[in-house]
């Protein structure tokens, strides 16, 4: 049974670029949810997707956008990206469904703006 | 607003010295309290889901306990290979977000 995947690993940008980040959830969840997590940290929540729909945003600007696919499968864009955007960004999935509220997550993305 | 603490930031035990680490919470309506291992640069790992005080679960060295103001994560004659950062969460209110303290940084040395 795959886990929760994330890609790329790593990437590199430049201030003002914008960048996609991508996610695929744990067979048989159907929601996605991502959060920063800079350096020392615990993760920030930035938002939930759940039938193709942001569902909840946490405290970021709306430079930071997301698309959620048919198959669950989830994006995150940043635009105009700043300095402080680098971070680790994580996805987790969870089911709508289960009698739980657990949140599995992938293995990040490590994102550096130069 | 629904805060999360934990503590100490930074443990080093030797191996077999047992310790606990603490997560203290201020929420509207626990619905779940969640406890996380992630090593460096990885994805944080799921451990524990306790959903009401005098609730306990434990794994291998690893022991998990509720009061209606604080989680303890007893660690229980650790080895080198428990170093890592552990992680408190709760869900809370009507919101299926997570809100994490900034962790506790295990260093066990043999």
């Known amino acids: 049974d795959a886990g929760v995947t994330q890609s790329p690993t790593h990437l590199i940008k430049t201030r003002g670029q914008q960048v996609t980040l991508r996610c695929s959830p744990k067979?048989?969840?159907?929601?996605v949810s991502w959060y920063q997590q800079a350096l020392g940290q615990g993760p920030q929540f930035i938002f939930q997707y759940y039938e193709e729909e942001e569902r909840q945003r946490g405290n970021f600007p709306d430079r930071f956008s997301g698309h959620q696919f048919p198959n669950y499968s989830s994006e995150l864009n940043v635009n105009a990206l700043l300095l402080g955007d680098s971070a680790l960004y994580l996805c987790?999935?969870?089911?709508?469904?289960?009698?739980?509220?657990?949140?599995?997550f992938g293995p990040g993305t490590r994102l550096t703006v130069t | 607003e629904d805060q999360v603490t934990q503590s100490p930031e930074a443990l080093r035990l030797q191996e077999g010295e047992s310790s606990s680490l603490n997560c203290s919470y201020t929420v509207s309506g626990l619905r779940g309290l969640f406890w996380y291992r992630q090593d460096p640069g990885k994805g944080p790992e799921f451990l524990f889901t306790?959903?009401?005080a005098g609730e306990e679960k434990e794994k291998e060295r690893l022991k998990a306990t509720l009061t209606k103001k604080e989680s303890f994560l007893h660690i229980t004659a650790p080895k080198p290979e428990d170093s890592a950062t552990y992680l408190c969460?709760?869900?809370?209110?009507?919101?299926?977000?997570?809100?994490f303290g900034a962790g506790t940084r295990l260093a066990v040395h043999p």
């Open positions: 969460a709760v869900l809370a209110g009507g919101y299926n977000k997570l809100i």
């Open positions: 067979s048989g969840h159907d929601t």
């Open positions: 306790l959903y009401s």
């Open positions: 987790a999935s969870s089911s709508r469904t289960a009698l739980s509220y657990e949140q599995y």
